[in-house]
């Protein structure tokens, strides 16, 4: 069964600070992967996707890349806002299965 | 472009009641999921569409919840009886197909007393 793990659990960072969010999974044989973020009561906003045979993806400040052979996914925030400050969430589809990472929760403090 | 909606937003009911929430994905999409998502945990997944036709529901508890989507667009999931375990938001998401990115819906958050 696949496992996808965010660590940390919690992170503060300084604003305008550069910072990285990381997702493992234990199964390399996934169709693609995905990045949300979610504020506090709500829904889950969708940030980036990655497919299996792309290695990265950007949308502004934000980066993603993918390592299929090593069970790892980046997400790679440049000059951090307060506005920034939300939980981010991995998810992963492998057949028609979805599997959710617990996120990490980001503070950028002013 | 309209995003996905869902109603109630909140709802509060008594252990043993029953509850239904209602979805309507983007227009377009083929593909409804239903996720469960207990505070602190990430989003786990309960049934999802093709369409009308479910695709997997291996993690919908089948004695007591129950998920429809009669004519390929919107759906509904029905929880009869419910249990204290039951709390949590509910997302809906949508995506136009297999694979693609989903978009979720803000979700509704019940309390079972």
């Known amino acids: 069964k696949q496992e996808v793990t965010q660590i940390p659990a919690a992170l503060s960072v300084p604003e305008g600070e550069n910072l990285v969010l990381n997702c493992s999974f234990t199964?390399?044989?996934?169709?693609?992967l995905q990045w949300f973020r979610q504020d506090p009561g709500k829904g889950l906003t969708s940030l980036l996707l990655i497919q299996s045979s792309q290695r990265e993806q950007t949308s502004g400040r934000l980066n993603a890349s993918l390592d299929k052979s090593s069970g790892r996914s980046t997400l790679y925030i440049a000059a951090s806002q307060p506005g920034d400050s939300a939980t981010y969430l991995c998810a992963l589809s492998s057949g028609n299965q979805f599997y959710f990472g617990t996120g990490t929760s980001l503070t950028v403090i002013p | 472009e309209a995003g996905v909606a869902q109603s109630p937003r909140y709802k509060i009911i008594e252990k043993r009641q029953s509850v239904a929430f209602w979805c309507n994905p983007i227009?377009?999409?083929?593909?409804l999921y239903w996720y469960q998502q207990i505070l602190g945990q990430g989003p786990k997944l309960l049934i999802q569409f093709q369409n009308n036709g479910v695709v997997d529901d291996s993690q919908l508890p089948k004695d007591r919840f129950s998920a429809e989507r009669l004519k390929g667009v919107d759906s509904t999931l029905k929880i009869q009886p419910a249990k204290l375990e039951d709390s949590a938001v509910y997302l809906c998401?949508?995506?136009?197909?297999?694979?693609?990115?989903?978009?979720f819906g803000p979700g509704t958050r019940l309390t079972v007393t």
């Open positions: 199964d390399s044989a996934i169709y693609n």
């Open positions: 998401a949508s995506s136009q197909g297999l694979g693609a990115a989903q978009y």
């Open positions: 227009s377009g999409h083929a593909t």
